[in-house]
């Protein structure tokens, strides 16, 4: 069969023709997962670009947060939130990571603060109830510091003031916290104007050291010479002044609370500035104490007894405090072989000069010498006196006495003696022993044998003067006998009323008795008042609650 020739069969079956342009589509179906692998990269570089910063928290316990769920607010706007909650390696807290908005990275600085807000009952004050629907979240307080921080440690309690309140803090030193604690108030004229918001020991372990914040605009009032001091509870004192009774204000008996207050005729009124120190005293008078810059110290030795004088006891002139007592002991006189009691006081000399105009030009120490001098050359004398029979609380007063002993100061004393006089009761004392001791030296005995001697002269006289008008009534006439009977009657009155002398003043007369016994009951009188002044002097307050029974 020739070649060229081909079956009927095979002339039947068509020829295979190649599609160049369904190929074309095939390579274009790979297109599409780069595209998406193009998307997705994009998405996620905007994604990272879009993040915000992350942070670290760290606290001392994970209570109220939860990955994913607890967020992150700053003035309640959210702008952060917890992505996950870890334990520390050494178990000793937790680590909190979270990321913020791209837009709250300045708010991450080196001062900002971070805690958890719950619910709280603190300081008298309820807050973070509204967690109690929505639940936890971090709150946070910008800082002021320009530098960035990304991680933090957060507080286990909100702060007293956020950053952004105007005011200004100030620093307070005491011995001792007394009941104060963070937001307890801080008074000026009763009005709460601020509040304590930390306090930490001092190094040294010898007081402690508190911040405090007084809201604007009264921080404009703490100035350079105010003084500050506890105005907690009730301040309850019983002195020599009476008794005394105050508070700032109920909060105050709960939370504590401190009160300042700069004096009027205080020198320094310059505002003080942010973040000065002041002293914290424990009550307002012995803050008022300290605004005196020169204080003197002077001995009083007194021969009676001090009890009822106690250190801190004012020294009063006629009204006006211008010292205290700092010390009282007992020393043994041997030249008089007697104790006496030596007191030092300290005394304000500026406060008698600041109204003397021609002792105010000279130096303060020559002008206090001179002033003392002057005053005890007058008369002045330091004298105990009793400030209150309730108590039984002495003071001391300086006062002119015209008809004391002269005196003089002794400047070369270390510290120098100021003369006293003896108190009031002391002076009673001795005025009525004066007056017990005259009467027991009247010779009352020697009076009485002196009268009936009179007495019995003059009985004599009596009975001739009787005789002898007998005698003339048997030779006279009877016109002179009426005469005669008058003067006869006037006699027999005479002789009467003599006799019931002799009577009374006779050895066992009832006169004489009572007079001897009159006699004995003044002077047991006189005793009794000199051992219930003695008594009285010790115990002051018997005059309110009797006398205390011995116990047996």
């Known amino acids: 069969m020739p070649e060229n020739h081909q079956t009927p069969e095979l002339e039947l079956i068509p020829d295979a023709i190649v599609d160049r342009r369904r190929r074309r589509t095939s390579q274009l179906i790979w297109l599409i997962p780069v595209l998406a692998a193009l998307i997705g990269l994009s998405l996620a570089i905007k994604s990272y670009m879009d993040r915000g910063p992350v942070i670290t928290i760290i606290f001392k316990s994970g209570e109220g947060i939860e990955a994913a769920k607890t967020k992150i607010k700053y ?9 996950s ?10 680590v909190v990571t979270a990321e913020f908005k791209k837009d709250a990275e300045g708010l991450l600085v080196e001062d900002t603060l971070f805690w958890v807000v719950k619910p709280r009952i603190s300081g008298g004050t309820v807050s973070g109830l509204g967690t109690l629907m929505g639940g936890s979240y971090i709150g946070m307080d910008v800082g002021k510091s320009k530098q960035s921080k990304y991680d933090f440690t957060g507080l286990e309690d909100p702060p007293v003031v956020t950053m952004d309140e105007p005011g200004a803090q100030f620093k307070l030193h005491a011995a001792d916290i007394g009941s104060l604690n963070i937001k307890s108030p801080v008074f000026f004229r009763r009005m709460q104007v601020g509040e304590v918001i930390s306090y930490e020991l001092d190094k040294d372990g010898k007081g402690v050291t508190l911040k405090v914040f007084i809201r604007t605009p009264f921080d404009r009032f703490v100035k350079a010479g105010t003084l500050f001091w506890h105005a907690s509870g009730i301040d309850f004192t019983m002195d020599a002044s009476g008794l005394k009774v105050n508070s700032e204000s109920m909060v105050s008996l709960l939370l504590g609370g401190i009160a300042f207050q700069t004096p009027e005729d205080s020198v320094d009124i310059r505002p003080a500035p942010a973040n000065s ?3 914290l005293f424990t009550t307002k008078e012995e803050a008022l104490k300290r605004i005196d810059s020169i204080v003197e110290t002077y001995l009083l030795v007194f021969k009676e007894s001090v009890r009822g004088l106690s250190i801190g006891a004012p020294v009063d002139l006629r009204g006006v405090t211008v010292g205290e007592v700092s010390r009282i002991s007992v020393e043994l006189d041997t030249r008089n072989k ?3 009691m030596p007191v030092e006081v300290k005394f304000y000399p500026e406060r008698l000069r600041a109204h003397s105009r021609s002792i105010s030009k000279i130096s303060p120490r020559q002008s206090s010498k001179q002033l003392v001098n002057a005053l005890v050359s007058n008369g002045m004398r330091a004298q105990i006196r009793s400030g209150n029979l309730l108590t039984g609380q002495l003071y ?3 006062d002119f006495f015209p008809k004391a002993s002269p005196a003089s100061v002794d400047w070369a004393q270390n510290p120098p003696e100021f003369p006293t006089t003896p108190g009031n009761m002391e002076q009673f004392q001795t005025m009525l022993m004066q007056i017990v001791q005259k009467i027991e030296k009247l010779p009352l005995e020697e009076l009485s044998g002196d009268t009936r001697k009179t007495l019995q002269s003059l009985e004599t ?8 008008l007998k005698n003339v009534d048997a030779v006279v006439v009877p016109e002179t006998r009426l005469m005669l009977e008058d003067a006869r009657k006037t006699l027999n009155e005479a002789n009467k009323a003599l006799a019931g002398a002799k009577q009374t003043l006779s050895v066992d007369a009832p006169l004489q008795r009572d007079l001897r016994e009159t006699l004995r009951e003044v002077s047991r009188a006189a005793q009794s008042l000199r051992v219930l002044g003695d008594y009285l002097e010790q ?6 609650s009797g006398k205390k029974e011995e116990k047996r």
Do not use: C, W
């Open 277 to 279: 120190t002041f002293t």
């Open 85 to 94: 909650v870890t334990i520390s390696k050494d178990r000793s807290h937790v």
């Open 75 to 83: 003035k309640d706007v959210q702008i952060g939130e917890v992505k």
């Open 338 to 340: 007697r104790f006496v």
């Open 539 to 544: 115990h002051p307050e018997a005059l309110i």
């Open 461 to 468: 006289t009596l009975k001739n003067a009787d005789r002898l």
């Open 396 to 398: 001391i007063t300086l």
